[in-house]
């Protein structure tokens, strides 16, 4: 048996009997075969469905959500074996920021979802619109992105190479890349100092970066999204001239054998400090742990809290 911790048991007072899932129906919605679906609970615990009088499983909303994340951070090249890990840890994560709306459960969230990817099948940019300003205007932008949209992106970015799937993530991809950068825009313009953000090269996808960049804006300073394919190994030119407060490296894929090494040699090469942010800062926490480069997480709760502290100095790294 695996000594990994998976997600906490389930309530089964937390939901109705019809809002859970049989086990087919989980691998219907998902595309998981319910023999690995067994195999995940059984050997690493990742999932912990509640079971009936007669023995069988049911699985909750938040369930079918966890086995998407698993497939994203499979997708991504983390084994299986290492994902039961990542998800207790930023379950804690989580669990340790106060949220600002306890009311919110996944099955509004997944409300949210249905409205959303409704207007995506048909295309409709003006329903879209309607549909992502009444999150907004619900949630906070943690939120928002993070438990609402991301997800669902995250979800057709893993079905864009089947057939007839590719077009409705690059409509939903688009849509929000031109909505998240006018938000920063906008950010921008304020007075102050710069924060410039980047991305580790070929470890993330653009709307990520970007949406990274909204939930770091710290109130004393202006967000620099450098584009994708920004040379690290350029910056110490980039910074001479923006003089920024900080650089904050972001990455949304496991780190490659030299990232650590890299990431060294760019904070030695800087005037201001540097932090990792993103999933990747999760997964090199405790290699960085005493070093000058600071790990900011990527739980969008959380990572401004620290933004903080690692500015003035106070981040324990």
Not at 300 to 312: C, K, P, S
Request: glycine residues 8%; charged residues 20%.
């Amino acid at each position: 048996m695996s000594d990994l911790v998976g997600c906490a048991p389930f309530n089964v007072n937390a939901f109705k009997e019809e809002d859970l899932f049989p086990i087919r129906e989980v691998a219907r919605l998902t595309g998981v075969n319910p023999v690995t679906l067994r195999a995940w609970e059984r050997r690493y615990g990742i999932i912990q469905p509640v079971r009936t009088d007669s023995g069988h499983r049911l699985y909750s909303p938040a369930d079918v959500e966890t086995v998407r994340s698993v497939l994203a951070w499979i997708e991504r090249g983390v084994p299986v074996s290492k994902v039961g890990r990542i998800l207790t840890r930023n379950e804690t994560t989580q669990a340790s920021v106060t949220p600002t709306y306890q009311s919110a459960t996944s099955g509004e969230w997944a409300q949210w979802q249905t409205r959303l990817l409704a207007a995506v099948q048909a295309f409709d940019e003006a329903e879209l619109d309607r549909v992502y300003g009444q999150v907004f205007s619900s949630y906070p932008l943690s939120v928002t992105f993070q438990d609402i949209i991301m997800p669902l992106w995250q979800r057709l970015l893993l079905r864009y190479g089947r057939p007839g799937y590719g077009s409705e993530w690059l409509f939903f991809d688009t849509y929000l890349r031109g909505r998240v950068l006018q938000r920063l825009h906008n950010l921008r313009d304020q007075p102050g100092q710069r924060l410039l953000l980047v991305a580790l090269p070929g470890r993330c996808r653009e709307l990520e970066l970007l949406v990274t960049g909204l939930l770091l804006n710290p109130t004393d300073a202006a967000v620099h999204v450098l584009g994708i394919g920004q040379a690290l190994e350029q910056l110490p030119q980039v910074c001479a001239k923006m003089q920024p407060l900080a650089v904050a490296v972001f990455s949304n894929q496991p780190p490659a054998a030299d990232t650590q090494q890299s990431l060294e040699r760019l904070s030695l090469s800087l005037a201001c400090p540097v932090a990792l942010v993103g999933e990747g800062a999760d997964l090199l926490e405790e290699s960085f742990r005493g070093s000058p480069i600071a790990c900011l997480g990527s739980d969008g709760r959380l990572i401004r809290r620290r933004l903080r502290q690692f500015l003035a100095g106070r981040l324990d790294t």
